[in-house]
């Protein structure tokens, strides 16, 4: 079983590669299915992991038997495991939304973007992390590209912004070689006190080029200008996977980094705090006058990002419970919302909010699901959203931060606006139902059991609050023992 | 000194992947900037008078090989980046007609 951690990252490495061999024969339309197949089999492994993470194990793996310092290491602890259970969960679905639209390189793709997700997870090698988010980043550009026309600026913009942000990592990578001499993180978590103590300025040099390239990487505030375009314009399982797993490496590199290895005496408690609570109040702002759909649901992420990223500067046990929680829910929730919006626009051809008004050709389903994921986002108490939501004001309140509370309640309500102009569209009386043909191309069954999977997860980790919090319990206890 | 010529060709590169309004040097800018974490690293491990690390006997003073193997994986994740953004741009541009960074914000698009 300690050959696990490898195996997970590498299969979906060696599937990519056969794919694309092939995308290029006379049964390229079994690529899908094999991705399917490679996808699942690593997920299973992920899973079998699970009761040993979950009862406090560590599972290690060095890479060529080489010992920590010199060798790279593969590591799978709580916060690693729940992160990798979240991508595999979301790389499945969205595999399996588009076995029907997609083929060939596409999947390889996926795959890679999956094995770099994984890699950057559970690498315990700074340098190493470098290039599995490279690696993920690089494939995520590509994935952006769709057939309308305008999603390739948005790829440009991805890819310009994102290698800014990789490159300043690398900088920032390099300087901690040149102190400590190392880029093992066991290692550098022993050296980089001893180091703040003659070299201060050094480190928070280091801290800075990470905090502005982890705040690219998951759309905060200043830096989202991709976050909109490329999750708008992504094929609708790549939206999916853009919103719920790829800004949420940018939050893992930071709990990892700033949480369990640079512990110093500069607290970025309040740094933090105010620049999720920033995000949060622009993004739920610009959600409000969004027209695209689609759009709309990009800034949403942008305000959940700013809530998970709260949580974390309140800096307590608590707050931290909520934020990974909330890290999970949120996953599910804007999982669901882009599977609904994603069919709500390829059955009715319309993006824009008003559009949508009285459109009869819309399934029930997709109208459904998008009601209970607007809900849940929102949150409203027998959903996920809500337990997370309670948690992180709960910390707020505790720490005598009633202002960051208030706030939190109030654009909980500015979601509620802004999500419920969309339902309010969608189920509005059809008037134009009988002049136009039902036109509507019938979605797969397979799509509705990806967009019923998450569904049923949100309801159940709304209803059962402690299954979802067992799930995370070592996570946080990594952070606070 | 190398660490210094390494600073300024990142902020070379900087300027240009910020200021400049064509795609394409855009792309030149992110190429340099990335020239000089490379050059960086590659200052970190050298220095004067240690001989290469091949170990072999009798040889001691050898430089830190480590940054030099990890600049390869940089130096080709950089041509990754690169081809793919040129080849967005080669696509942008049969579409829009123009290198301009006016493009990337959506203006005239649909």
Known sequence: MSNFPILIVALPLCFAFFISLLSLTKLNRFCGHLALLSVGVSFVLTLCLGPRILAGEKIAYSLGNWPAPLGINLLVDGLSYLLSLIFGLLVLLSVIYSLEDHKGKYFSLVLILYAGMNGVVFTRDLFNLYVFWEILSISAYILVVSPQPASLRASLLYLFLGSLATALFLLGVGIIYALAGTFDMDALAREIPVIWRTQPLAILLVGALFLVSLGIKSGLFPMYVWVPEAHSLAPTPISVLLSGAVLKIGIYIFIRLFLTLFRTEVSLEGLILYWGLISMVFGGCLALVQEDLKRMLAYSSINQVGLILIGIGLGTKLGMEGSLYHLFNHALIKGSLFFSAGMIIESTGKRRIRELKGNGIVPFFPRFSFLMGALAIIGVPPLNGFISKWLICRAAVERGNLIVAALILIFGIVAAVYYLKVVQNLFSVAKMCQTEKRQSSSIPWIKYTCLGTLLGGSLVFGLLPSQGLYLIREAVALIFP | ?110
């Open chain 2, 1 to 110: 000194m190398s660490d210094k010529i390494a600073l300024t060709l990142f902020l070379i590169g900087l300027y240009g992947l910020i200021a400049k309004k064509n795609l394409i040097k855009k792309v030149m800018g992110l190429n340099i900037l990335t020239s000089g974490i490379v050059l960086f690293f590659i200052s970190l491990g050298y220095e004067k008078g240690l001989t290469a690390p091949i170990m072999e006997k009798g040889i001691t003073d050898v430089v830190d090989p480590l940054p030099q193997a990890l600049m390869l994986t940089t130096i080709v994740i950089g041509v990754c980046i690169t081809a793919l953004a040129l080849s967005l741009i080669v696509r942008i541009y049969r579409r829009y007609s123009s290198l301009d960074v006016k493009i990337l914000t959506g203006e005239g698009d649909e």
